[in-house]
């Protein structure tokens, strides 16, 4: 380590930029072609189990098994029938929107392997917002199931059609057969060639197509790899995941990848219910769950947790919204014998940038850990634009093999977000304690996270000044335990208007997905503007939040 950089917290007094306390992490050279999935296979075959006898997918509902070498023929398989017989070719693009299932692993890892970009969806999205992802993502394919298929929109053209993934029709493509072995290494991808197109809000305004690489998830997988903790026999590694999160969100999709790298068996449910999850940990004996703030929360206080043996849990690893160190120790007096891990991470960052590891570093709760490793990071003044030491608050900048190649057709909204020496502005107030310890502090962008799912303001706010009874309207993030945070709107009535509380409520609930649904209306005469226009959100919160103490 450099004389400049402080081996406690990784800052550079040189540079003032902080460097990843964890050991740097070889990964291949950028010009080798391969793709993410042959990455991931090649790490997968190196596990000292034979391939037969590791399980890697379990279906929660049916008990259902695939082993690896089931997963590897069904994904040798299904690649070649799209290649011969839908003639997919490197740099299509697929749009993905379907339930959990083991067959969405095999999809994902069938199309990375010939170069397809995979573009997954929230199936609960509206037609309009499908529409609009289509436009960014330019698919020539869709892959759905027969419920999900009514949603895209009629004017939606896939060349290569439509494929349903519960139709007679697929069990067949996955099927194999003589000819039907498709050679992982046999399209030529390239580590900079892009991968997926992953939908979110960025910074401000619409859904944007975060586009990243085969490069930003080897890169993702290696570091997970490499980390992965020494087996023994009072510490086995996790061997046993639930996958609770939905696979088109980018914490869904790295897991489910980084899980086959690391010959992890992973449960999938078809739908999240608290009960189910219960069930399927005792069933299946799980060690390991990623999970949002929300579910920890449950787990720490609902009533049907003690119906269920949850004895083999050992480590929750938490992320897309951070933890409140309260509900980490309520959860921790629950279950004294399972370890939180958390992690930050962006879909701009492939999901990942930070993250604590064992249990001296889980217990700094309210952080969400240290650097990742192959990772930089600034903490910059959004006022004067310098860089900050520790204990200093500022808006954390990334950089490092795991940050987008950009935004699908938005060049101005990449140009806004990546820097040209490839630093990432993520839009998030934080600072680094003296130990190289990243705490998040609020987000200078006005998302709201609404069970680790982004709720952009602005798109709300477009849609309710559009009721004809509405003169002027706002969205702001309002706290909630449950949730971590709910999309309450600030509205003024047109003159003459009797609008009400749950008129605002199902207007909106028609036009957008579920979570997007504004849960809480407060009717004012006037909404606050800097001399620009721009609402000045944090007097709204401010208004809010003291208005429901003087409730209490």
Not at 19 to 46: F, G, I, K
Not at 165 to 187: H, I, Q
Not at 339 to 367: F, N, W
Not at 496 to 501: K, P, R
């Amino acid at each position: 380590m450099e004389p400049s950089i402080d081996p406690k917290n990784g800052f550079s007094s040189k540079t003032k930029t902080y460097q990843s306390l964890r050991p740097p992490v070889p990964l291949p050279p950028e010009t080798l072609p391969l793709s993410a999935s042959a990455h991931s296979l090649s790490l997968l075959l190196r596990n000292p189990s034979p391939p037969e006898t590791t399980t890697l997918l379990i279906d929660a509902k049916t008990g259902n098994r695939l082993s690896a070498a089931q997963f590897l023929r069904h994904v040798e398989s299904l690649a070649a029938y799209l290649q011969s017989n839908l003639n997919l070719s490197k740099g299509d693009t697929a749009f993905i929107l379907l339930p959990p299932s083991i067959e969405v692993p095999i999809l994902y890892f069938s199309l990375l392997s010939i170069g397809v970009v995979i573009s997954p969806a929230n199936p609960l999205s509206t037609k309009s917002e499908i529409f609009h992802q289509i436009q960014l993502s330019n698919p020539s394919i869709a892959f759905a199931t027969s419920s999900t298929a009514g949603k895209f929109p009629s004017t939606a053209s896939f060349h290569r059609g439509i494929v349903l993934l519960d139709s007679l029709a697929f069990r067949p493509m996955m099927a194999t057969t003589s000819t039907g072995r498709f050679d992982l290494n046999k399209v030529r991808v390239n580590q900079s060639d892009p991968a997926a197109i992953l939908y979110s809000s960025g910074t401000t305004g619409r859904v944007k197509g975060a586009i990243l690489t085969h490069r930003n998830l080897i890169a993702l997988i290696g570091g997970y790899y490499e980390m992965k903790p020494e087996a023994t026999e009072e510490n086995p590694p996790p061997d046993v995941s639930l996958m609770t999160l939905p696979l088109f969100h980018v914490f869904g999709m790295f897991m489910c990848v980084r899980a086959v790298a690391l010959a992890e068996a992973v449960v999938m449910m078809e739908r999240f219910d608290f009960e189910v999850m219960l069930k399927a940990i005792e069933a299946y004996k799980v060690t390991y769950m990623p999970v949002s703030p929300p579910l920890v929360v449950a787990m720490a206080k609902s009533d049907l947790v003690a119906k269920y043996d949850l004895s083999s849990l050992r480590l929750l690893g938490c992320g897309g919204a951070p933890l409140g160190k309260e509900v980490a120790e309520r959860f921790v007096a629950r279950f004294p014998d399972v370890e939180i891990v958390q992690g930050y991470g962006l879909t701009e960052s492939t999901g990942s940038a930070a993250r604590t590891m064992g249990p001296d570093e889980s217990k700094q709760y309210g952080s969400v850990g240290r650097l990742a490793e192959n990772m930089e990071a600034k903490i910059v003044d959004p006022i004067t634009g310098a860089a900050m030491p520790p204990g200093h608050q500022g808006e954390l900048w990334l950089r490092g093999p795991i940050i987008m190649r950009g935004y699908a057709k938005d060049e101005e909204a990449t140009a806004n977000t990546l820097e040209p020496d490839g630093w990432l502005k993520t839009g998030d107030l934080c600072y680094f304690d003296s130990d190289g310890f990243l705490y998040i502090v609020d987000r200078l962008k006005e998302l709201i996270k609404y069970k680790a799912y982004q709720v952009p303001p602005a798109e709300l706010e477009q849609l309710l000044q559009s009721h004809p009874k509405i003169a002027d309207a706002a969205v702001i993030p309002y706290p909630d335990e449950e949730a971590g945070q709910i999309p309450m709107a600030f509205v003024v009535r047109k003159p003459g208007s009797n609008l009400n509380e749950a008129e605002v409520i199902d207007y909106i609930a028609k036009k957008v997905a579920p979570y997007k649904k504004i849960r809480r209306v407060a009717f004012v005469n006037s909404i606050p503007k800097n001399p620009s226009g721009k609402i000045l959100r944090r007097e709204l919160v401010d208004q809010a939040l003291s208005s429901a103490s003087a409730k209490l």
